[in-house]
């Protein structure tokens, strides 16, 4: 009775984890004012996307490597109900399924500023090794970015306050120093914007919501 227990709680992960793999292959949105970039614009932003994939590539390896040590450990008969529940709600975490709080960043963006340096910043984050982000309230997962005007950006259809906020729960010294370095993505935004200002501060606990979009991919189909 434990074992088919075991095994049906193992069969969710497994296919928590494979639905992971193809949303995480989804492509982001991207920004509509791309045609009006500067030639160093869209140097840094394919930089960024560039180094963005190549997270996603080591993400998807952990969870398949993680796929294969379940899998085995089914084979084998020696589950634990316990660490796959705890695996489980770390998946969930980690998708935007479910909300987390830790130590973090809260990044505070003052003035108009386009919505291409608002995603580099979060770019930067999740490069410096973001576990969560969210900004104005609202939890970042594949699909979601910020778009429109400058001066009335939004992010998931949600209009952007002044000063739009991003929390990112993550080793706090980490994130604050790949942001405000000499030269850093701070430093390179205020210089082109003068009228803007970023403030970087880092905070004991960060509480990042969950997200209210559905994650269940339209096409793909979970590999098990």
Same mark, same amino acid.
């Given at each position: 009775?434990?074992?088919? $227990?075991?095994?049906? %709680? *193992?069969?969710?992960? &497994?296919?928590?984890?494979?639905?992971?793999?193809? /949303?995480?292959?989804?492509?982001?949105?991207?920004?509509?004012?791309?045609?009006?970039?500067?030639?160093? =614009?869209?140097?840094?932003?394919?930089?960024? *996307?560039?180094?963005?994939?190549?997270? @996603?590539?080591?993400?998807?390896?952990?969870?398949?490597?993680?796929?294969?040590?379940?899998?085995?450990? *089914?084979?084998?008969?020696?589950?634990?109900?316990?660490?796959?529940?705890?695996?489980?709600?770390? /998946?969930?975490?980690?998708?935007?399924?479910?909300?987390?709080?830790?130590?973090?960043?809260?990044?505070?963006?003052?003035?108009?500023?386009?919505?291409?340096? /608002?995603?580099? +910043?979060?770019?930067?984050?999740?490069?410096?090794?973001?576990?969560?982000? $969210?900004?104005?309230?609202?939890?970042?997962?594949?699909?979601? /970015?910020?778009?429109?005007?400058?001066?009335? @950006?939004?992010?998931?259809?949600?209009?952007?306050?002044?000063? %739009?906020?991003?929390?990112?729960?993550?080793?706090?010294?980490?994130?604050?120093? $790949?942001?405000?370095?000499?030269?850093? @993505?701070?430093?390179?935004?205020?210089?082109?914007?003068? =009228?803007?200002?970023?403030?970087?501060?880092?905070? =004991? @606990?960060?509480?990042?919501?969950?997200? =209210?979009?559905? &994650?269940?991919?339209? +096409?793909?189909?979970?590999?098990?």
């Amino acid at each position: 009775m434990r074992r088919a $227990s075991g095994r049906l %709680a *193992v069969g969710i992960v &497994l296919a928590v984890l494979g639905f992971l793999v193809v /949303v995480q292959l989804h492509t982001q949105a991207v920004d509509q004012g791309l045609s009006a970039l500067s030639i160093q =614009d869209l140097t840094e932003l394919v930089a960024n *996307v560039t180094a963005r994939n190549n997270q @996603l590539r080591e993400e998807i390896a952990t969870l398949e490597a993680q796929h294969r040590t379940l899998s085995t450990a *089914v084979q084998n008969g020696d589950t634990s109900t316990v660490g796959i529940r705890n695996d489980l709600t770390h /998946v969930l975490a980690w998708s935007g399924a479910m909300g987390v709080t830790g130590a973090g960043v809260r990044v505070s963006v003052h003035g108009v500023v386009p919505a291409v340096a /608002v995603n580099g +910043l979060i770019n930067e984050l999740r490069n410096a090794g973001a576990e969560a982000i $969210s900004i104005g309230g609202v939890r970042l997962v594949a699909g979601v /970015v910020v778009d429109g005007m400058p001066g009335s @950006l939004s992010v998931g259809g949600v209009p952007l306050a002044d000063p %739009a906020i991003v929390l990112a729960v993550g080793q706090p010294e980490t994130l604050a120093g $790949s942001l405000s370095r000499a030269g850093g @993505l701070v430093a390179q935004m205020t210089a082109r914007y003068p =009228d803007a200002s970023v403030n970087v501060d880092s905070l =004991d @606990l960060v509480t990042i919501p969950p997200t =209210d979009r559905d &994650l269940s991919p339209v +096409l793909g189909r979970p590999r098990l």
